[in-house]
């Protein structure tokens, strides 16, 4: 990966500067048709945007927080941040809130290429319309001779309640089932019965993007047969199928080729999986539908949904490089994830965001102290981890509700996966020795995922659920990988920090904010703390 990344570096001489320039603000909309509601657009639109670029190019985004009441943020979901780690975007991880009035730019190198999209990582903004796709291109790519054109298809849930209200909802302590708020819809392409044009026995690239707040989705294009070509940006061997099940945050590319004749036209249809929600809901609209419009003059069809879905398991689709198994493996990461006492912990502790980000501590602390999990608080679940180890993380999923896991800088090998209500991992079950890899695994209800990464990308990610009801209750750990290695190799921007310094946050300092001493932590609850900064002369 590090080899694939230099190359990518090697083009930049070739590369273009990709600038948006991007106002965040509230607009009205009404994208299911039933209520209009405020959502967080850009520029004074909604849907928000599309980030297009070439891989090696440098994406400029040009920030102004114009939201008045609230902070925040964006991560670039997939971009590896290679040696960028500043901008990947979590408040409190890599940066502080952007706090309404002030600006900030995100500025790094296309890389890896596919299918991506941008979202807020601030207080539950993506399910509110703060999501956009970001699309990759490869001059490289094996299968860009096999289709004539490219078409993005975005589903998501949608919610006729703002988030705020919804989270209120969700984490009330009276809500002691931990039943999540259902969705009042679903959309496509942060709409509903959007229209394709198809042109006979052309053969297209859809690229299908689950922005989803929970919702994991079915998607068929009726009488079409579908080839899947990547996975959460990942090249994989053609497989055929006739629908695919996409779990939030992931993103499946696949290959369709029309009809010879133009004879008629043809739907598809993205079905939520409404059993993953609990409690007693009534989902106005489970299903959204578009169409494949071959000729417009002629009626578009009937809607339906099939009596049955036959998914493809990504589970057994075969990377293009055909990349082995990594191993020996240097260090586990075991992650025990567990409802109790009404609430969701990792390793019965539930993540608390420390007062300094975490990338900060990183950069402010001694080098003698650095690669101790314990400066960076035990509330940020922090996992340590050396250059270049092979690393296993072990996802053992104690919950009777399956979660997508996302985690950020890399794309890892899911090397086992085990189905629903089955034994947890003891490592003596059945590896894959040519793994998929993905950014997003779906781990299924009391059973584990195990997957494997090369820690070649020194930098602060997240390791989370991606259900972003799950986020806000704190579902989340920290992977620290080769801090020894930032230090002195990253500076943070001027303007990053002075949001910082706008919004009263810290950025030298443990966890606690203590920066005399980081192996000190009692002050971490303190209401009252110096605020220090990593700008020369001052902190």
């Known amino acids: 990966m590090n080899l ?25 909309a009404n994208p299911d048709g039933k209520l209009r509601r405020p959502v967080i657009g850009i520029n004074g639109q909604w849907p928000c945007p599309t980030i297009q670029a070439n891989l090696g190019d440098t994406i400029v985004v040009n920030v102004v927080n114009l939201l008045g009441n609230e902070t925040t943020g964006i991560h670039f979901h ?46 539950g903004q993506y399910p509110d319309g703060f999501r956009g796709p970001l699309i990759i291109h490869d001059p490289n790519d094996p299968y860009l001779g096999t289709y004539q054109e490219d078409l993005t298809l975005m589903i998501s849930d949608w919610f006729w309640t703002q988030m705020p209200d919804l989270l209120g ?80 945050a992931q ?21 939520l999986d409404q059993t993953m929600y609990g409690g007693v809901f009534d989902i106005t609209i489970p299903n959204a539908y578009g169409y494949l419009v071959y000729n417009p003059l002629l009626p578009l069809p009937a809607v339906y949904e099939p009596t049955i879905f036959n998914p493809i398991d990504d589970f057994s689709l075969i990377p293009y490089d055909k990349e082995p198994i990594l191993g020996p493996v240097s260090q586990t990461i075991t992650i025990n994830m567990i409802f109790e006492n009404d ?62 896991w996302h985690m950020h800088g890399h794309q890892f090998q899911v090397i086992y996966r085990g189905a629903a209500n089955t034994p947890m991992w003891d490592g003596t079950q059945r590896l894959s020795q040519v793994p998929v890899r993905r950014d997003v695994i779906f781990v299924n209800t009391n059973s584990s995922t195990v997957w494997r990464f090369q820690a070649n990308n ?47 946050t810290a950025t030298v300092g443990n966890a606690a904010g203590n920066s005399q001493n980081f192996l000190n932590l009692t002050d971490r609850w303190s209401p009252h703390r110096q605020v220090n900064s990593l700008e020369p002369g001052r902190g």
């Not at 190359?7 to 607009?27: E, K, M, P, R, S």
């Not at 960028?84 to 500025?107: E, K, L």
């Not at 969700?170 to 259902?182: D, H, K, R, S």
């Not at 659920?465 to 921007?493: K, M, S």
């Open 78 to 123: 997939g971009q590896r941040q290679q040696g960028t780690n500043t901008m990947d975007g979590p408040s409190g991880v890599n940066q502080c809130a952007i706090p309404p009035g002030d600006s900030f730019t995100y500025n790094f190198t296309a890389y890896p290429a596919g299918s991506f999209w941008y979202h807020s990582h601030n207080k």
């Open 343 to 404: 609430a969701y912990d990792i390793n019965r502790l539930t993540y608390v965001a420390p007062i300094v980000p975490s990338l900060y501590t990183v950069l402010s602390a001694p080098a003698s102290d650095v690669l101790n999990p314990a400066i960076y608080g035990v509330g940020s679940n922090p996992f340590v981890v050396q250059y270049n180890e092979i690393v296993e993380v072990v996802i053992n999923n104690f919950d009777t509700g399956s979660h997508p």
């Open 169 to 248: 909802l969700y984490l009330n302590p009276a809500n002691n089932a931990g039943i999540e708020p259902a969705p009042n819809s679903t959309l496509v392409n942060d709409s509903e019965n959007i229209k394709f044009a198809i042109t006979p026995g052309k053969t297209y690239r859809l690229r299908i993007i689950n922005v989803s707040n929970m919702a994991s989705n079915y998607v068929q294009l009726i009488d079409h047969e579908m080839t899947v070509i990547a996975v959460d940006s990942v090249n994989v061997e053609p497989a055929t199928t006739e629908s695919i099940y996409i779990a939030t």
């Open 458 to 504: 020194p930098g602060v990610f997240l390791i989370h659920c991606h259900i972003d009801f799950h986020v806000e209750a704190g579902l989340t750990a920290t992977l620290i990988e080769a801090p020894n290695r930032l230090q002195g190799a990253l500076t943070v921007p001027a303007d990053h920090l002075a949001v910082c310094r706008h919004d009263g």
């Open 4 to 28: 694939l990344y230099v190359l990518c570096l090697a083009q930049a001489t070739f590369a273009a500067t990709i600038t948006y320039n991007w106002d965040i603000t509230w607009v009205e």
């Open 251 to 271: 993103r499946y590319d696949v290959l369709f080729t029309a009809k010879s004749t133009a004879s008629q036209n043809y739907f598809f249809i993205s079905s």
